[in-house]
């Protein structure tokens, strides 16, 4: 290597290092910087949605987007807790009547048993207009410009937005009935239609229908042409009769229910609701769309206050306010509290308040974190509450990045989600479950209570979620009607002197254990130890504290475990055929009701028999009364006393160890206003405000370029560059000598 190109290496190595210690930050900018100073909310998400039609849309990583532009007829109150519903789209509650099966009103009062069906009518509020879109655009004769397409007009087009004309109209009660018979189609899965069509009145019948009709479009056509490359003609649902829904006039709807089912107010606030303008199902319908990604699941089209403008997946996707959407007012009212932390100080303004969210996919939680922490995102990610969390547990351990959180007051609310984890018992199997015999049913009762006194849940609770989680003494967890009443079961705790409730001691446990026919672990009549199954499906880092935590739990009674660790799919097989004997399990609400989370033990309802969500098989006559009474009453105190004394025969029996809920947090950096943390509440995206100034100026402030190696570059060129320079001198000087042309200067 000569002078030269050593001095050159030297230099731009130099450069390079000075230039990534200079621009400490800048590689992580995730958005372009003069959006920085726009209304725009930005946030990452995890995984890209794989539904965005309502009809098919569920999972938690679609419903950001879903249930920003999709409007069902109702909602939840975005600040009242527990939770209220109250009208989205409609201009008042739906009213409900009752009707025997000779058609004739029956009373509010009349028992459920005598009710053939519940009417629900819904009055939508006139003026209320869809999203501008291409399905909507009509000729100057009033024709729809795009509905008759060929394939060779789609060429240039991948967006919606490529279509040089868009349109509008008013949204009708036709839009509402459209969507529920949508709910019937073959040719995507819906996962709500299986129970509504039990629901709805004739929603069933009219799936077969549709069915029917579909396999006869197929008829002469082969394989290819049917398939996800081919194409059948669009499926009018308007076409077929339907006597569950009725539209009254453009703005009323009437919806038959099966029997008395109040819950049915819950499914009116879910995207399966939403409605869906027969103009928009048509164009997405004609051949070539769904080739070039044309279709719902990609861009969906609402009257909710965004749309979606952007969909690169894998990359970004970019919500814009919808320029036709009403503005609702904030809120004026909200749950104890709210007012101190400034929750209404937007009463009445109309959202929503941010013009843009852009969110860009992130594979990896510490990326998420560290391009929050330096204020490129405001909220870390729109489909989970868990950073939020691990924010806090971080700052009470003072580890991490806890300083930063502090310095720069990042939020983080919290709340106890509507959800548990807990451990159930198989109530078909001979040891844990129900038993055959009046005296195998004592022995295994005691069995499951002394497991139950051993499961120190607060110590769960205190290593692995650091106290932000709370123990549940039943399945009427907190944030439901009810969960009042599930005192600590006196099953497992005494209650002390001064009130509190405390764990029994493991000598009662071990003397219930023995009195089951276990002493010391020991099957009483041939000297085995007991040996339990242990089914799970636990995966990921921290599961084998948790697993060897559970394994302390049975060592304190000398119970020995078989753990039983499958992958989920295998799993959901076992508890389908109820071949598990003891499990870990969790369940997220459908809605914030306490029957749906009682139907978890509803006999009816059992997995291994009915193919239900009681996977603990559980099977009490007396529940079972309760709950077929309970399910259709509203809040009042007659369903309370139910309720209670459901909660006393779960606790009595012992079908499950009730475990935990876990807190759901938010993250929200200083200038982000307006937020509220739930599980339960999908539709924040409009309550949120962003203080754009503010976060440009602390963006700056905490991602200042380190500049001072590029003053020290000279020195530090000069200390590398002077000693090469000099070996490079006395090389020269040594070849001289060598070659015998030396002088006495050159010396």
């Given at each position: 290597?000569?002078?030269?190109?050593?001095?050159?290496?030297?230099?731009?190595?130099?450069?390079?290092?000075s230039a990534?210690?200079?621009?400490?930050?800048?590689?992580n900018e995730?958005?372009?910087?003069?959006?920085?100073?726009?209304?725009?909310?930005?946030?990452?998400?995890?995984?890209?949605?794989?539904?965005?039609?309502?009809?098919?849309?569920?999972?938690?990583?679609?419903?950001?987007?879903t249930?920003?532009?999709?409007?069902?007829?109702?909602?939840?109150?975005?600040?009242?807790?527990?939770?209220?519903?109250?009208?989205?789209?409609?201009?008042?509650?739906?009213?409900?009547?009752?009707?025997?099966?000779?058609g004739?009103?029956?009373?509010p009062?009349?028992?459920?048993?005598?009710i053939?069906?519940?009417?629900?009518?819904?009055?939508?509020?006139?003026?209320?207009?869809?999203?501008?879109?291409?399905?909507?655009?009509?000729?100057?004769?009033?024709?729809?410009?795009?509905?008759?397409?060929?394939e060779?007009?789609?060429?240039?087009?991948?967006?919606?937005y490529?279509f040089?004309?868009?349109?509008?109209?008013?949204?009708?009660?036709?839009?509402?009935?459209?969507?529920?018979k949508?709910?019937?189609?073959?040719?995507?899965?819906?996962?709500?239609?299986?129970?509504?069509?039990?629901?709805i009145?004739?929603?069933?019948?009219?799936?077969?229908?549709?069915?029917?009709?579909?396999?006869?479009?197929?008829?002469?056509?082969?394989?290819r042409?049917?398939?996800?490359?081919?194409h059948?003609p669009?499926?009018?649902?308007?076409?077929?009769?339907?006597?569950g829904?009725?539209?009254?006039?453009?703005?009323?709807?009437?919806?038959?229910?099966?029997g008395?089912?109040?819950?049915?107010?819950?499914?009116?606030?879910?995207?399966f609701?939403?409605?869906?303008?027969?103009?928009?199902?048509?164009?997405?319908?004609?051949?070539?769309?769904?080739?070039?990604?044309?279709?719902?699941d990609?861009?969906?089209?609402?009257?909710?206050?965004y749309?979606?403008?952007?969909?690169?997946?894998?990359?970004?996707?970019?919500?814009?306010?919808?320029?036709?959407y009403?503005?609702?007012?904030?809120?004026?009212?909200?749950?104890?509290?709210d007012?101190?932390?400034?929750?209404?100080?937007?009463?009445?303004?109309?959202?929503?308040?941010?013009?843009?969210v852009?969110?860009?996919?992130?594979?990896e939680?510490?990326?998420?974190?560290?391009k929050?922490?330096?204020?490129?995102?405001?909220i870390?990610?729109?489909?989970?509450?868990?950073?939020?969390?691990?924010?806090?547990?971080?700052?009470q351990?003072?580890?991490?990045?806890?300083?930063?959180?502090?310095?720069?007051?990042i939020?983080?609310?919290?709340t106890?989600?509507?959800?548990?984890?807990?451990?159930?018992?198989?109530?078909?199997?001979?040891?844990?479950?129900?038993?055959?015999?009046?005296?195998e049913?004592?022995?295994?009762?005691?069995?499951?209570?002394a497991?139950?006194?051993?499961?120190d849940?607060?110590?769960?609770?205190?290593?692995?979620?650091?106290?932000?989680?709370?123990?549940?003494?039943?399945?009427?967890?907190?944030?439901?009607?009810?969960?009042?009443?599930?005192?600590?079961?006196?099953?497992?705790?005494d209650k002390?002197?001064?009130?509190?409730f405390?764990?029994?001691s493991?000598?009662?446990?071990?003397k219930?254990?023995?009195?089951?026919?276990?002493?010391d672990?020991?099957?009483?009549?041939?000297?085995?130890?007991?040996?339990?199954?242990?089914?799970?499906?636990?995966?990921?880092?921290?599961?084998?504290?948790?697993?060897?935590?559970v394994?302390?739990?049975f060592?304190k009674?000398?119970?020995?475990?078989?753990?039983?660790?499958?992958?989920y799919?295998?799993?959901?097989?076992?508890?389908?055929?109820?071949?598990?004997?003891?499990?870990?399990?969790?369940?997220?609400?459908d809605?914030?009701?306490?029957?749906?989370?009682l139907?978890?033990l509803?006999?009816?309802?059992?997995?291994?028999?009915?193919?239900?969500?009681?996977?603990?098989?559980?099977?009490?006559p007396?529940?079972d009364?309760?709950?077929?009474?309970?399910k259709?009453?509203?809040?009042?105190?007659?369903?309370a006393?139910?309720?209670?004394?459901?909660?006393?025969?779960?606790?009595?029996?012992?079908p499950?160890?009730?475990?935990?809920?876990?807190?759901f947090?938010?993250?929200?950096?200083?200038?982000?206003?307006?937020?509220?943390?739930?599980?339960?509440?999908?539709?924040?995206?409009?309550?949120?405000?962003?203080?754009?100034p503010?976060?440009?100026?602390?963006?700056?402030?905490?991602?200042q370029?380190?500049?001072?190696p590029?003053a020290?570059?000279?020195?530090?060129?000069?200390?590398?560059?002077?000693?090469a320079?000099?070996?490079?001198?006395?090389r020269?000087?040594?070849?001289?000598v060598?070659?015998?042309?030396?002088?006495?200067?050159?010396?």
């Amino acid at each position: 290597m000569n002078f030269d190109t050593r001095l050159i290496r030297i230099f731009w190595g130099t450069a390079i290092l000075s230039a990534l210690l200079g621009c400490n930050g800048v590689s992580n900018e995730p958005v372009p910087k003069a959006l920085l100073a726009e209304n725009v909310l930005f946030s990452s998400y995890q995984e890209s949605p794989k539904h965005l039609d309502s009809t098919s849309s569920y999972s938690n990583n679609e419903t950001p987007w879903t249930y920003a532009v999709y409007e069902p007829p109702l909602k939840y109150h975005y600040l009242k807790r527990p939770y209220e519903l109250e009208s989205r789209t409609l201009a008042a509650m739906p009213s409900v009547k009752f009707v025997n099966k000779e058609g004739k009103e029956l009373p509010p009062e009349t028992p459920a048993d005598q009710i053939a069906e519940s009417v629900f009518e819904l009055k939508i509020q006139p003026g209320i207009l869809y999203q501008p879109h291409p399905a909507f655009a009509k000729t100057p004769d009033g024709q729809h410009r795009y509905l008759n397409l060929k394939e060779s007009d789609l060429e240039d087009k991948r967006r919606p937005y490529d279509f040089e004309h868009m349109g509008t109209r008013e949204l009708l009660a036709e839009d509402y009935a459209y969507a529920i018979k949508r709910l019937a189609t073959p040719r995507i899965k819906s996962p709500s239609f299986g129970f509504l069509s039990e629901k709805i009145v004739g929603l069933g019948e009219y799936g077969k229908q549709i069915k029917t009709f579909n396999e006869k479009l197929k008829v002469g056509k082969t394989a290819r042409e049917v398939g996800p490359f081919g194409h059948l003609p669009w499926l009018d649902f308007r076409e077929h009769a339907f006597s569950g829904v009725e539209v009254i006039d453009a703005h009323t709807l009437k919806i038959r229910v099966v029997g008395k089912y109040p819950q049915f107010k819950y499914w009116l606030a879910m995207t399966f609701l939403s409605p869906i303008p027969w103009e928009v199902d048509a164009f997405y319908a004609q051949e070539g769309m769904s080739r070039r990604n044309l279709n719902p699941d990609t861009w969906p089209v609402g009257t909710g206050p965004y749309m979606l403008t952007e969909y690169v997946p894998n990359s970004r996707m970019e919500l814009v306010r919808n320029p036709n959407y009403r503005g609702v007012p904030y809120p004026c009212e909200g749950a104890p509290g709210d007012k101190e932390k400034g929750l209404l100080n937007d009463c009445g303004k109309k959202t929503p308040f941010v013009d843009k969210v852009v969110s860009v996919i992130e594979k990896e939680a510490t990326s998420v974190a560290t391009k929050f922490i330096q204020g490129y995102y405001d909220i870390p990610q729109l489909e989970r509450g868990e950073p939020g969390i691990g924010y806090q547990v971080s700052i009470q351990d003072g580890t991490g990045r806890a300083k930063e959180l502090l310095e720069r007051k990042i939020q983080l609310p919290s709340t106890i989600q509507v959800g548990f984890w807990h451990f159930g018992f198989n109530w078909l199997d001979p040891v844990v479950g129900l038993g055959k015999t009046p005296e195998e049913k004592i022995r295994n009762k005691k069995l499951r209570q002394a497991l139950a006194i051993a499961f120190d849940f607060e110590e769960y609770v205190s290593i692995f979620e650091d106290d932000r989680a709370k123990v549940n003494h039943s399945v009427v967890v907190p944030g439901l009607f009810g969960n009042n009443l599930s005192n600590p079961n006196p099953v497992i705790y005494d209650k002390m002197p001064d009130g509190k409730f405390k764990r029994k001691s493991i000598e009662v446990a071990k003397k219930l254990l023995a009195e089951a026919g276990y002493p010391d672990g020991r099957d009483l009549k041939t000297g085995q130890p007991l040996v339990l199954n242990y089914d799970t499906q636990g995966v990921g880092p921290g599961y084998k504290a948790r697993l060897d935590w559970v394994s302390k739990q049975f060592a304190k009674l000398n119970v020995q475990i078989e753990i039983r660790n499958t992958d989920y799919n295998r799993f959901q097989d076992k508890m389908r055929k109820g071949s598990a004997q003891f499990f870990f399990w969790g369940w997220l609400a459908d809605y914030p009701d306490p029957e749906n989370f009682l139907f978890l033990l509803y006999g009816p309802n059992s997995k291994a028999k009915f193919d239900g969500e009681n996977a603990a098989n559980f099977a009490n006559p007396e529940f079972d009364q309760l709950f077929d009474r309970m399910k259709d009453l509203e809040d009042t105190p007659e369903r309370a006393a139910m309720i209670a004394r459901m909660i006393a025969i779960m606790q009595e029996e012992m079908p499950m160890l009730f475990g935990w809920s876990e807190e759901f947090g938010g993250a929200y950096h200083q200038w982000v206003g307006n937020g509220k943390p739930s599980n339960i509440i999908r539709d924040s995206l409009p309550y949120l405000k962003i203080d754009a100034p503010l976060r440009t100026s602390k963006i700056k402030e905490w991602n200042q370029a380190i500049w001072w190696p590029l003053a020290a570059l000279p020195l530090l060129l000069l200390a590398v560059a002077w000693p090469a320079w000099q070996a490079w001198k006395r090389r020269q000087l040594q070849r001289a000598v060598q070659t015998g042309v030396a002088t006495p200067r050159s010396l």
